[in-house]
C-alpha cells in the first residue's frame, strides 16, 4: 500500500487483518509526488482555469494537481518504490474494483510460462482534450533517441495506438486500474528513456497525461507479440464500466457473477475488441512466416 502522506497506524492494523498475506506500507517520496521545478505554474494554472471554463464542460479531475503527480508517478516512477525492488512482477490494484469471476490459476506463472511482460482487462478511448500534444512529443522523443523505426514495427502493437490514416494517435489506451506487468520491462533503459523524453514536455500538467496513455504508447512500440496479452476470462469492474467473460463456458467454469449484457467490449467507446482483431493478426502473421522459413 503506498501513499502519499504517512498511513494511520489504526489503518494498518485493520488492513494487516483483513488481507491473507503480509501487508506492507510505504510513503511515496515528495520528489516523485510533487510538481517538478521546470514546471511553469503561471501557464499551468491558466491552462487549467481554460478548461475549467470550457463551455463543453470540463474533463474528469480537470483541476486536481494530486491526480497530476499520481498519473506522472504511475507513468514512470512506480517501479523505483524501494518496495517493489524486490520484485519482478507486479498487480495494481485500486480501491473499489470488483473481481466478478474465480480465478483458478495462478496468473502470473501464466504470465512468465506464456512470455508475457503486461496484461490488462479493459481498453478504451481517451478524453482527447487531455492530451493535445502527446503525440506530436512522442514523435518528437522518438526521433531524438533514433527510435522513429518503432512507429512502423510490424511485429510490436504500434498499430493498436496509431491512426494511419491521420498519423496520429487514435486515443486506445489500456485501463490502467487493472494491469499486471514485468517491472524489469518499467525499470528498462527503452521505458525510462521515452518515459524522461515525454515528462520533459511537462504535459502531465500544463495538460492532464493520464498514466493509461503513457503506459499505452510505451508498451505498444517498446513490446513485441505476444508481449502484451487482454485477460477476457476476467470479470472485472471499475465503475462504471464492466468487462464480463463473452463465453458462456468460460462464466460458468469461473463461477461469474456478472451481467454480459453489461460487459463494454464492443461498446463505440471501447478498443478491447480492436486489440483482440490485432493480436489475432499479429498471429497469422507470424504463422506465415514461420511456415515461409520453414
Not at 26 to 40: A, C, K, N, R
Request: hydrophobic residues 35%.
Amino acid at each position: 500500500f503506498l501513499n502519499d502522506q504517512p498511513f494511520d497506524d489504526n489503518f494498518k492494523l485493520l488492513v494487516s487483518n483483513a488481507v491473507s498475506g503480509t501487508a506492507k506500507f510505504g510513503q511515496i517520496s515528495e520528489s516523485v509526488w510533487s510538481t517538478p521545478e521546470s514546471v511553469d505554474m503561471e501557464l499551468m494554472e491558466s491552462n487549467i482555469e481554460k478548461v475549467m471554463n470550457d463551455p463543453d464542460g470540463a474533463y474528469p479531475y480537470a483541476d486536481s494537481k494530486s491526480y497530476r503527480n499520481m498519473c506522472r508517478f504511475e507513468s514512470g516512477n512506480f517501479q523505483w518504490h524501494e518496495l517493489l525492488m524486490q520484485y519482478d512482477y507486479f498487480w495494481r490494484v485500486e480501491p473499489g474494483v470488483k473481481l466478478h469471476c474465480d480465478i483458478n490459476y495462478d496468473i502470473f506463472n501464466d504470465l512468465i510460462d506464456n512470455q508475457v511482460d503486461y496484461a490488462f482487462t479493459i481498453s478504451m478511448l481517451e478524453y482527447e482534450k487531455t492530451i493535445p500534444s502527446l503525440f506530436k512529443s512522442l514523435v518528437k522523443s522518438l526521433k531524438k533517441l533514433n527510435m522513429m523505426d518503432l512507429l512502423t514495427s510490424e511485429n510490436n502493437y504500434s498499430q493498436f495506438v496509431l491512426d494511419s490514416n491521420k498519423y496520429d494517435y487514435n486515443l486506445c489506451h489500456f485501463w490502467t486500474n487493472f494491469e499486471i506487468g514485468n517491472l524489469n520491462v518499467f525499470r528498462s533503459e527503452e521505458y525510462n528513456a521515452l518515459f524522461k523524453e515525454l515528462d520533459a514536455y511537462n504535459g502531465f500538467y500544463y495538460e492532464r497525461w493520464g498514466d493509461a496513455p503513457i503506459r499505452t504508447l510505451i508498451l505498444s512500440l517498446i513490446l513485441e507479440h505476444p508481449r502484451i496479452q487482454r485477460l477476457k476470462n476476467i470479470g472485472y469492474q471499475h465503475d462504471p464500466y464492466l468487462q464480463c467473460p463473452q463465453d458462456l463456458n468460460m462464466r460458468v467454469e469461473n463461477r461469474c457473477s456478472c451481467d454480459v449484457d453489461l460487459d463494454i467490449t464492443y461498446k463505440f467507446f471501447s478498443c478491447s475488441w480492436y486489440f483482440d482483431h490485432l493480436v489475432e493478426e499479429l498471429e497469422k502473421r507470424q504463422l506465415i512466416d514461420f511456415s515461409s522459413t520453414a
